[in-house]
């Protein structure tokens, strides 16, 4: 049964820094891998979507990788903004559409 | 287009009473998703159909939920009896195709008392 985690479960930071979410999952067989923020009381939308076959994909100060060998995806944020507070959930997609979701991962960004 | 719609955006009922959940999903999108947000557990697939047909519900954790999707446009989810441990945040969303993303909708409050 895949089983997706994130490290770390919240984070703090100040505006401006760069900083890394991770996302490990159980099950190296899977379709597409994606990242999603969620806002309080809102829901989902997605960021990134990673073809098992692609090894990172970019958008604006955005960027996630994909080591399927591992089980292992990081969402890299540059220069955050307090805008970017949220939390953000990765999402495992098995072959056969089973989404199975992480916890997901506080953010804080302070101005 | 509008987006993933659901209906209503919060419900609050009693212990025992029927609960239907509506889902409209994005035009031209093949397939939809039914999910549970709880603290607890975190979201969890309870559903998904694809060009109507359900495919997987091994995710519905009884007999009480229930969920259909008579056309395209259109899905419920029920729960008959409603308890209390049923409260959570559910979310309906669409894809284009497998290798799509899922957009998702605002999701429904739902408490049981």
């Known amino acids: 049964k895949q089983e997706v985690t994130q490290i770390p479960a919240a984070l703090s930071v100040p505006e401006g820094e760069n900083l890394v979410l991770n996302c490990s999952f159980t099950d190296s067989a899977i379709y597409n891998l994606q990242w999603f923020r969620q806002d309080p009381g809102k829901g989902l939308t997605s960021l990134l979507l990673i073809q098992s076959s692609q090894r990172e994909q970019t958008s604006g100060r955005l960027n996630a990788s994909l080591d399927k060998s591992s089980g292992r995806s990081t969402l890299y944020i540059a220069a955050s903004q307090p805008g970017d507070s949220a939390t953000y959930l990765c999402?495992?997609?098995?072959?056969?559409?089973?989404?199975?979701f992480g916890p997901g991962t506080r953010l804080s960004v302070l101005p | 287009d509008a987006g993933v719609i659901q209906s209503p955006r919060h419900e609050v009922t009693e212990m025992g009473q029927e609960v239907t959940l509506r889902c409209k999903p994005i035009s031209g999108h093949n397939s939809l998703f039914w999910y549970r947000q709880t603290m607890m557990r975190g979201l969890e697939l309870l559903i998904y159909f694809n060009n109507n047909v359900p495919i997987d519900d091994s995710g519905m954790p009884e007999d009480r939920f229930s969920a259909k999707m008579p056309n395209a446009s259109f899905s419920t989810l029920k729960i008959q009896p409603s308890e209390p441990r049923d409260s959570a945040v559910y979310f309906c969303?669409?894809?284009?195709?497998?290798?799509?993303?899922?957009?998702f909708g605002p999701g429904t409050r739902l408490t049981v008392l």
């Open positions: 999402a495992v997609n098995d072959y056969g559409q089973n989404f199975v």
């Open positions: 969303a669409s894809e284009r195709e497998v290798t799509d993303t899922q957009y």
